[in-house]
DNA sequence: TTGACATGCAACCATTTGGTTGCATATCAT
DNA sequence: ATGATATGCAACCAAATGGTTGCATGTCAA
């Protein structure tokens, strides 16, 4: 999972994944357009997406497709995201408590 | 979002976070045992959360007390993250629709 | 008031990161 | 076959990152 945390740090990587949730199965060059950098670093960027799962890769002759895989996303919220929302409905539900003690006190 | 994004990919500031999340309101010593580095390196990864508006301090004499703020996850979470996971569904749904025309059919 | 405690600040360091350039390789279309 | 297209690979570079050490400052308690 801490790979999947270190690519969604990037700002591109993240541009990236819109994109392909916009349109999955894009070439690189395709996906190359939509960043202001060489070829080169988006397939590192590319690269680092495929490390921590967010994508696959499929080979179409001479074309790279990229899709996009949810399931590490999916593992973030699930395992990481969902007990802080847990717990900041909690703080809401606490202080709407104290709101309706302080109405009915 | 981008700075939580990025106070996020450190899995020693997600640990900072997790503590916070079990006791709020620690001081910096007491998040300091929790990580085999020095407090100065825990400053700076405070720091980085604080910067993020992931945590929010107070002063209590010489002690410096950490809060949790919720908002930011929920920001990433409402902005970003339910966007695939709406799309993870989908496909669950599309598949199950599949399926069942393959039943049907 | 003095010593211990909690923290801040700054310089320094090695490694990682995000980008580049240059060249090589494989596939498609004419 | 040949040229254009799609991609890979490696070396290099500057800046950011994650840590250290050393010292200064402010607050509490005896």
Chains 1, 2 share one sequence.
Not at 90 to 95: E, K, N, T, V
């Amino acid at each position: 999972m801490d790979a999947a945390f270190k690519a969604l740090a990037d700002s591109s990587r993240r541009r990236l994944l819109d994109q392909l949730h916009k349109s999955d199965g894009q070439t690189l060059t395709e996906l190359c357009e939509y960043l202001d950098m060489t070829r080169q670093a988006v397939t590192k960027h590319l690269g680092l997406l495929e490390a921590a799962n967010l994508v696959a890769i499929v080979w179409r002759g001479r074309e790279k497709l990229h899709y996009l895989n949810p399931v590490p996303i999916h593992e973030i919220y699930e395992r990481w995201i969902d007990k802080y929302e847990r717990h900041r409905l909690q703080a809401l539900s606490d202080l709407k408590k104290g709101l309706e003690e302080i109405k009915t006190g």
